[in-house]
């Protein structure tokens, strides 16, 4: 499958999500490297080392995503950690129960023109602890429910696959993934070299206690 088609199902999806907050500036930034992004090819496809790709798949079959989750399934994508989080800060757990795939990456090594699309997926039963970012970015949950926070310590909400969650500059925000894997979206429209700050909560302890033992 080229990289146009998968590009032209991310469009699609975009469109899907209205007019939410955010998505008009993803669409614009995307405009700016969408021919360069099908003309350059990916980096050796693997699989994310966290599993639980077809899993999540599966479910985003059944759901809003399913179009761009049958595009997802028949690419081949580079699966990798993110890894500029001091170390320990983002827990023992979180680095090997994730993986994303970057787009962008792929077109603009050096990341010249300042934005990053891709799909991110998190393991079941796994906290992606409170962080905050330069970076404006932007999840569109192919999968569901998933939960979120927007906050040190505050109240979790409930997503389901289809919506849009859009973080402002600095905005602090957290996830956590029960038993459904989690597979997103994600778009970063400025910053993407700044690094993710951990931003420490009480919670930390009890809540990857509790997914630990599930």
């Not at 993986?99 to 891709?118: C, F, M, Q, T």
């Not at 799909?119 to 602890?129: G, K, N, S, W």
């Not at 600095?170 to 993710?196: F, G, K, S």
């Amino acid at each position: 499958m080229s990289n146009a088609e998968l590009w032209q199902g991310i469009g699609a999806f975009l469109e899907q999500a209205g007019g939410a907050p955010g998505l008009n500036e993803v669409r614009a930034r995307l405009h700016d490297v969408g021919d360069l992004a099908v003309a350059i090819a990916q980096r050796p496809p693997n699989q994310p080392l966290c599993g639980y790709l077809s899993e999540a798949l599966s479910v985003a079959h059944a759901g809003p995503g399913a179009a761009l989750a049958a595009l997802i399934g028949r690419s081949n994508l580079h699966w990798e950690s993110y890894g500029a989080y001091a170390p320990g800060t983002i827990g023992t757990a979180f680095p090997r129960r994730h993986a994303y795939a970057s787009l962008i990456a792929d077109a603009d090594p050096n990341w010249h023109r300042d934005v990053d699309l891709g799909f991110l997926l998190i393991a079941p039963h796994t906290l992606y602890r409170d962080h905050h970012h330069p970076a404006r970015e932007l999840y569109l949950p192919l999968t569901g429910p998933s939960y979120w926070r927007f906050g040190v310590d505050s109240k979790w909400q409930e997503k389901a696959a289809g919506a849009v969650i859009w973080n402002e500059p600095n905005r602090v925000h957290a996830t956590l993934v029960q038993d459904v894997p989690l597979l997103c979206l994600y778009a970063w429209t400025e910053n993407v070299l700044a690094p993710a700050v951990v931003d420490v909560a009480s919670d930390w302890t009890s809540l990857e206690s509790q997914l630990a033992s599930r």
